[in-house]
């Protein structure tokens, strides 16, 4: 099983819509979460942390689920600006070595005027 | 501010070549990774280093090998290119507390 998964998409969504974004990941042990952005042949940057009790910027919504090993990003009146692969990554490892960040796959969105 | 810079950005190696590719950052970053993407996949962590001195691998390292005598510097070396080695190549450094990982502009390498 990967470390971390994503359904790659793509998704295909018009202007205005809001779409949501799903990342599993198998070790319980995983300590932060975070969503990056990637543009097309660019170097990711990141969109936001993730944290426990669920956090917004502007028309962005991530969420953490500790239970089920689960994160979310929730994108509200989409733009054709966010069109690009949004990565989940995990930090950590559970170890003493907190060094690990691991990507998922991505999920590309495609926003249509 | 230069940030995390790679060279090359783009290389074509022959089968059996070496070659080393650089990264170096100026943010004082104790953490450092070293990624590889495939066309349509997300990224996979070959090695990274959580300080001077200190390498550990990642989920894809056969292949290739790092180093880290500075904060500085990351290189990642490949002793024997193979095709299944043709991939974008990222480099990332990121701060002791946050886990904003910045990377460098990518590394086009073609093996053939």
């Known amino acids: 099983r990967k470390e971390v998964e994503q359904d790659p998409g793509p998704f295909n969504v018009p202007e205005g819509a809001t779409v949501a974004f799903n990342c599993t990941y198998s070790n319980s042990a995983s300590q932060s979460f975070f969503w990056y952005r990637q543009d097309c042949r660019k170097e990711p940057k990141l969109l936001m942390s993730?944290?426990?009790s669920g956090n917004e910027d502007g028309r962005f919504t991530a969420q953490l689920n500790r239970a089920s090993q689960y994160i979310s990003l929730l994108i509200r009146d989409s733009k054709l600006s966010d069109s690009a692969t949004y990565l989940c990554?995990?930090?950590?490892?559970?170890?003493?070595?907190?060094?690990?960040?691991?990507f998922g796959q991505g999920t590309t969105l495609q926003v249509k005027p | 501010n230069a940030g995390v810079t790679q060279t090359p950005k783009f290389r074509i190696l022959k089968i059996g070549q070496s070659m080393t590719l650089q990264c170096t950052q100026d943010?004082?970053?104790?953490?450092m990774y070293w990624y590889r993407q495939d066309p349509g996949m997300g990224l996979k962590l070959i090695y990274y280093?959580?300080?001077?001195?200190?390498?550990d691998k990642g989920e894809v390292p056969n292949g290739y090998n790092v180093s880290r005598s500075t904060t500085e510097d990351f290189p990642l070396r490949l002793e024997l290119a193979a095709p299944s080695q043709t991939s974008v190549y990222f480099c990332?450094?990121?701060?002791?507390?946050?886990?904003?990982?910045?990377f460098g502009q990518g590394t086009r390498l073609t093996v053939v």
């Open positions: 993730v944290y426990s």
């Open positions: 280093s959580v300080g001077a001195g200190i390498t």
């Open positions: 990554v995990v930090k950590g490892d559970g170890s003493s070595n907190t060094g690990k960040l691991i």
């Open positions: 990332a450094s990121r701060g002791t507390v946050s886990g904003e990982a910045f």
């Open positions: 943010m004082n970053h104790n953490y």
